[in-house]
């Protein structure tokens, strides 16, 4: 039945593809169990059958990631066997898709800026903005990939990625893009070398070492004024998380804003309330002593102490310190985290 089914997927035949599942319901789940297999998607896919492709994967969504034994996916398949119109229908119904990590952790956005097709690569881009950040095995972004990979169109490829990806991102031999291209001591591409600057492109010895958290502890720096230095750098480093972890960002950046709002309008033991009326009712009132007199509070008395914090001395001062640090921070990180947030 299988064999039926792979002829179906070469051909293109959705009628065969239903007669089979009417013969054997549970005909797709066998290639559930095996880790890696050539299944009905990856077949139609490498076939440019992009109709049998999209209905199988709508069937059976888990084929989307499945790879085979060559480590790809069926997304990667169409691209390898130049389906460009597959690979166009594919990611229109599932963006998804490009972000799928198949050999070496390669995406297709990562074999696109490989063999340096522009016009697919504004595509992929297109269909999912966020797959720009992903990274190989290596620590690679597409733009070491373009770099590495110089060719014809590497830049028109360049330009094109520059734009949306941390240009000064290292992969995992401390190498930026800039230090790529300049390895590779290619002459006739000064081009390319002058839009990776405009980018702010810049070699790895010339970028500002990475602090570590002991680093930032054990500075001589007093407490505050690492607190906001970190939150000045924040902006450069929320440019290139993908916009689930923004959001995510931006979700919790909100609940400690109103966290520290709330504390500030209702203090740990609440404030006063100028004076407990029941008490002062309880008073003796005896207005023939003139001693008794003046020791009752009057009305302009407990007005003075009213919205006072109960919470005095040196834990009063603690607590607004700190819920102002947290304040400014949770504030600094909304902040950039909506400006980097893509709202189209």
């Excluded at 890696?36 to 139609?44: M, R």
């Excluded at 130049?82 to 995406?107: A, M, Q, S, Y």
Aim: net charge neutral; with cysteine; aromatic share 6%.
């Amino acid at each position: 039945m299988e064999q039926i089914l792979d002829k179906a997927a070469q051909s293109g035949d959705i009628n065969a593809l239903y007669e089979s599942l009417r013969q054997d319901p549970t005909l797709l789940d066998k290639y559930d169990e095996p880790s890696f297999v050539d299944t009905p998607a990856h077949i139609a896919a490498a076939a440019g059958s992009t109709h049998f492709a999209i209905e199988i994967l709508r069937l059976k969504p888990s084929f989307r990631t499945k790879l085979n034994p060559d480590g790809y996916s069926p997304l990667d398949l169409a691209l390898r066997r130049g389906k460009n119109r597959t690979v166009k229908w594919l990611i229109k119904h599932d963006p998804e898709l490009v972000r799928t990590k198949g050999r070496e952790g390669f995406t297709p956005l990562h074999y696109v800026a490989e063999v340096g097709d522009a016009e697919l690569l504004a595509d992929l881009l297109l269909a999912c903005p966020e797959s720009i950040q992903d990274l190989t095995i290596r620590g690679e972004t597409a733009v070491h990939i373009a770099m590495r990979n110089i060719n014809v169109r590497a830049l028109q490829v360049v330009k094109f990625l520059i734009n949306e990806v941390r240009i000064n991102e290292q992969n995992l031999e401390g190498l930026t893009c800039l230090d790529t291209f300049v390895g590779l001591a290619i002459t006739g591409n000064e081009r390319i070398a002058k839009a990776l600057r405009c980018a702010g492109a810049k070699r790895s010895s010339s970028l500002r070492p990475a602090k570590t958290f002991t680093d930032i502890l054990s500075s001589k720096e007093p407490f505050t004024r690492k607190v906001f230095r970190q939150m000045v750098e924040l902006d450069a480093s929320i440019d290139g998380l993908s916009s689930e972890m923004r959001n995510a960002l931006l979700v919790v950046a909100v609940l400690f804003l109103t966290a520290a709002y709330e504390a500030v309008l209702t203090p740990p033991g609440g404030t006063s309330s100028g004076g407990d009326s029941n008490s002062f009712s309880n008073q003796p009132c005896n207005i023939s002593s003139s001693s008794s007199f003046a020791s009752i509070s009057t009305p302009e008395d407990t007005n003075n102490t009213r919205g006072t914090a109960q919470m005095g001395g040196i834990n009063f001062a603690i607590f607004v310190y700190l819920n102002t640090i947290i304040f400014a921070a949770s504030l600094t990180g909304h902040i950039c985290t909506s400006k980097s947030t893509p709202f189209f």
